[in-house]
């Protein structure tokens, strides 16, 4: 009889267990499907409203910035603080710049000088840096008497500032620069492949593009040269590869490469899958990417069957399964299908993030959903 109850009390722990477990759960999923208040705009100021459009945060700000992590950001006088979503003010309006708030901290700085505060707007790493990039994977990186490095989230130095550029961490590795020579470090400052490249892109997939004089090809994280260099160089591209680190990168399978001054795609076997037919290829999301030939911007799929015509000025990559088009000076957006689900009446937009772009319309700024619909009011 003991032994009947002692069983039947562990089966009925174990099912409050599965009970508990299964309510955490609900309540992360509730979080992500929960949408944060919106940046809204009354006339020229700003404050924030729930999706139906109903204020919650009133309109008393110079600028409003989408919340991260539960906190949003504020302007007043041209300074910047951040605020709660019941409208507590965490910091006053002090900082210069700031980067939202990831794994807790957000960076900010005072007098050009960089570091970060937590939720409660504690310093917890003092502003000292004269440039700084939000938190990832534990770490920050930093620039000091213009060396970069990386530190943890008690300031302390993990990375040595020693590097005349350190790139993001991707696939457990940093790209990083010293002596006009580029290599990877590992998140202990390790030096994993050895400091020879004339340029080097983020590891995407497993593989990173780099460059060695005028070709450029692939390399695995242990350094092998997976698919030679070979390939043309348009400087164009690096330019935009010292800002992004990921154009040219393989996605879902595939990455653009250029021959002749033509762009097509290859696979990790270095087969080529689509020829070197295009004037400019980015990468692809969603099954697609965008391209162009003669001088304007379309579609196309994994085996290089045209899915949208080539009608726009400029189109950017899909995002969260809309992408921004523009055609005679006015952008919007499209879905998979090519259909304009927000018209073409902006004069800048952005890619969507979280379910927002920030758009400008009529030399004022301001959000939308991917309804299409317009956070604010004039």
Request: charge should be neutral.
């Amino acid at each position: 009889m003991a032994e009947e109850q002692i069983s039947h009390l562990i089966s009925q722990k174990n099912s409050l267990e599965r009970v508990t477990k299964q309510i955490a759960l609900i309540e992360k999923l509730l979080l992500l499907t929960t949408p944060d208040l919106i940046p809204y705009r009354k006339k020229n100021k700003w404050g924030f409203c729930s999706p139906d459009k109903a204020i919650v945060i009133p309109c008393i700000y110079e600028s409003s910035f989408p919340f991260f992590e539960g906190i949003g950001t504020i302007k007043l006088d041209n300074k910047l603080g951040f605020i709660d979503i019941n409208g507590k003010i965490i910091t006053p309006c002090v900082y210069e710049t700031r980067g939202n708030f990831s794994e807790g901290l957000a960076r900010v700085a005072i007098d050009g000088k960089h570091g970060f505060i937590n939720k409660t707007g504690v310093h917890v790493v003092q502003c000292r840096y004269e440039h700084a990039h939000d938190f990832s994977n534990g770490l920050a990186r930093v620039k000091l008497n213009n060396k970069w490095g990386c530190i943890d989230k008690d300031g302390n130095q993990i990375i040595p500032l020693l590097y005349d550029a350190l790139g993001p961490m991707n696939e457990g590795l940093f790209s990083a620069k010293i002596d006009s020579k580029y290599g990877f470090l590992d998140a202990a400052g390790e030096e994993i492949i050895p400091f020879k490249y004339d340029y080097v892109g983020n590891f995407s997939e497993g593989l990173a593009k780099v460059r060695l004089k005028n070709a450029v090809g692939f390399i695995d994280k242990r350094g092998n040269e997976i698919i030679p260099c070979v390939y043309g160089v348009d400087e164009d591209e690096f330019t935009s590869l010292s800002r992004t680190g990921d154009y040219g990168r393989f996605s879902e399978g595939l990455a653009s490469i250029q021959l002749n001054g033509k762009y097509g795609f290859i696979t990790q076997s270095n087969d080529r899958k689509i020829e070197c037919i295009y004037d400019y290829a980015g990468d692809f999301s969603d099954g697609v990417v965008n391209v162009q030939s003669k001088k304007k911007m379309g579609y196309i799929n994994k085996n290089g069957v045209q899915l949208i015509d080539f009608i726009f000025d400029s189109a950017s990559s899909f995002c969260e399964g809309l992408a921004e088009v523009e055609l005679n000076g006015k952008r919007g957006y499209i879905n998979r299908a090519g259909e304009q689900v927000i018209p073409l009446i902006y004069d800048w937009a952005h890619y969507f993030n979280n379910g927002l772009s920030h758009v400008k319309i009529n030399r004022n700024w301001g959000y939308i959903d991917k309804k299409g619909v317009q956070f604010w009011e004039d």
